[in-house]
């Protein structure tokens, strides 16, 4: 394992991989580790961007193996020693549909591939329709032998059935006594989904669980397949939500004993990195991060509210979290009163937000008619302004990512109240 250094103790960028730094989530771990224990369910693991998927994914797949330290974090230990063979793959946009998912299952030396007697190569041609994908299945007369000899057999391997087949001969190997837990994360990315129902109903019967993780607002979003997949997810469905102040709190703790205690944060600091962070670990991870190399940067090994708060400037002005701090310039723009009206809809605690009181208090303090309020939100939430909010229904707007809605409201601001409204 790397050393663990001011740099490295808190990881905004990316996915907790040790989980002597995962946090919190007890319950979570705990429903999981039922889900493992039923026979035929699937998993679908869901939730908001940034929220903590991947990280709650990887403890799956050392629940599943019966890794003692991930074991240790549960309320209720399993009844049974779990013992999976877990695979986990990240999807990417070349995944665009359930045909080149399984391909990829079936070629990718990390996922199926090593454990296969056969070998499945990708093949493209021209069909009727246009171009299309194939496979074709190459048998080797003895697996890891030298004398491998390779026999090409040019059939239009049909590319469910052999995906059926493969998980079959894995399982019945015996390889694992529970089976083969297949993870896929980030599943939301695949554009289109048909077939995904029917392989799950298909191999729930043969120990092959998969557990498909992304984000989503529920279930049927995630899934998005004509057909219903029901029954197999009575036990299997996990919404993955924001982090508790305490489970986050947790976060900072964890980075300051990989550091040995060399360096701490002070209460009044924990309290509100945890409560600008609004569930979200991503942020305490980003500010302790920036404020605990800022307090070095000051000789101090105390992080205090103060040094936090700098920090979260220095974060917004250099740019750390780009991809929120371009969101929050676009919607911005140059008018003081659009960015105040973001803020204000982004400091409400609600997630569906109700613009009637909402508007009356803005038009009052920036002295103008709540009509011209609505014409800012309409603004927010059209395309020019990044569409950073949606109407949900009459009087109600929602934010459409709320990590940027977390970063809306911590954010120090932008503009002046005198700047001219150069929009307006
Ligand atoms: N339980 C936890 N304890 C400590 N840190 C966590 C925990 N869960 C997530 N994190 C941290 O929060 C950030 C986001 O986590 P992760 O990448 O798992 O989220 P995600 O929901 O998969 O995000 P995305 O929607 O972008 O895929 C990362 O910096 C990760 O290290
Ligand atoms: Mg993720």
């Given at each position: 394992m790397d050393e663990i250094t001011p740099h490295n103790a808190f990881t905004p960028a990316k996915e907790v991989q040790d989980i002597e730094r995962f946090a919190g989530r007890i319950s979570l771990l705990d429903d999981i580790a039922a889900a493992l224990q039923s026979d035929g369910a699937q998993i679908v693991l869901y939730g908001q961007r940034g929220i903590g998927k991947s990280s709650v994914a990887r403890v799956l797949s050392q629940i599943a193996i019966n890794d003692k330290i991930a074991i240790a974090r549960l309320s209720t230990p399993p009844h049974t020693k779990l013992e999976y063979l877990p695979i986990l793959i990240t999807c990417d946009d070349s995944v665009s549909n359930i045909d080149k998912l399984l391909i990829r299952l079936l070629t990718d030396d990390s996922a199926l591939a090593s454990w296969l007697p056969f070998k499945v190569v990708e093949r493209k041609y021209v069909g009727e329709g246009g171009a299309k994908i194939g496979i074709k299945v190459v048998e080797l007369s003895g697996r890891i032998s030298e004398s491998i000899t390779e026999r090409t057999v040019e059939v239009d391997a049909d590319i469910h059935t052999t995906f059926i087949n493969a998980c079959r001969s894995i399982v019945g190997s015996g390889v694992a006594k529970h089976g083969l837990l297949i993870i896929i994360d980030e599943f939301d990315r695949i554009s289109d989904k048909t077939g995904i129902a029917s392989i799950l109903k298909a191999l729930g019967p043969e120990d092959v669980m998969f557990a498909l993780v992304g984000v989503a607002g529920n279930i049927t979003?995630?899934?998005?397949?004509?057909?219903?997949?029901?029954?197999?997810?009575?036990?299997?469905?996990?919404?993955?939500?924001?982090?508790?102040?305490?489970?986050?709190?947790?976060?900072?703790?964890?980075?300051?004993?990989?550091?040995?205690?060399?360096?701490?944060?002070?209460?009044?600091?924990?309290?509100?990195?945890?409560?600008?962070?609004?569930?979200?670990?991503?942020?305490?991870?980003?500010?302790?991060?920036?404020?605990?190399?800022?307090?070095?940067?000051?000789?101090?090994?105390?992080?205090?509210?103060?040094?936090?708060?700098?920090?979260?400037?220095?974060?917004?002005?250099?740019?750390?979290?780009?991809?929120?701090?371009?969101?929050?310039?676009?919607?911005?723009?140059?008018?003081?009163?659009?960015?105040?009206?973001?803020?204000?809809?982004?400091?409400?605690?609600?997630?569906?937000?109700?613009?009637?009181?909402?508007?009356?208090?803005?038009?009052?303090?920036?002295?103008?008619?709540?009509?011209?309020?609505?014409?800012?939100?309409?603004?927010?939430?059209?395309?020019?302004?990044?569409?950073?909010?949606?109407?949900?229904?009459?009087?109600?707007?929602?934010?459409?990512?709320?990590?940027?809605?977390?970063?809306?409201?911590?954010?120090?601001?932008?503009?002046?109240?005198?700047?001219?409204?150069?929009?307006?």
């Open positions: 979003e995630l899934i998005a397949d004509h057909e219903s997949v029901g029954r197999q997810l009575t036990d299997g469905t996990i919404v993955v939500p924001p982090m508790t102040k305490d489970d986050l709190g947790e976060i900072i703790s964890r980075a300051m004993s990989a550091l040995d205690g060399k360096y701490e944060f002070e209460l009044g600091a924990i309290e509100w990195i945890t409560s600008i962070a609004k569930g979200h670990p991503f942020y305490v991870h980003l500010v302790g991060k920036h404020a605990l190399l800022r307090a070095i940067s000051q000789k101090t090994n105390i992080v205090t509210k103060d040094i936090a708060r700098d920090a979260l400037a220095d974060i917004a002005f250099k740019g750390s979290a780009p991809i929120q701090e371009a969101t929050y310039k676009k919607a911005v723009g140059h008018s003081y009163v659009r960015e105040r009206i973001l803020k204000g809809f982004a400091e409400r605690d609600d997630q569906e937000i109700y613009t009637t009181d909402l508007y009356g208090d803005l038009a009052k303090e920036l002295k103008v008619d709540p009509s011209a309020i609505s014409v800012y939100v309409g603004q927010l939430a059209s395309e020019k302004y990044g569409s950073v909010i949606t109407k949900i229904r009459d009087r109600y707007y929602q934010f459409n990512d709320s990590l940027f809605k977390a970063y809306a409201a911590a954010r120090p601001y932008e503009r002046k109240t005198g700047d001219k409204d150069e929009d307006a």
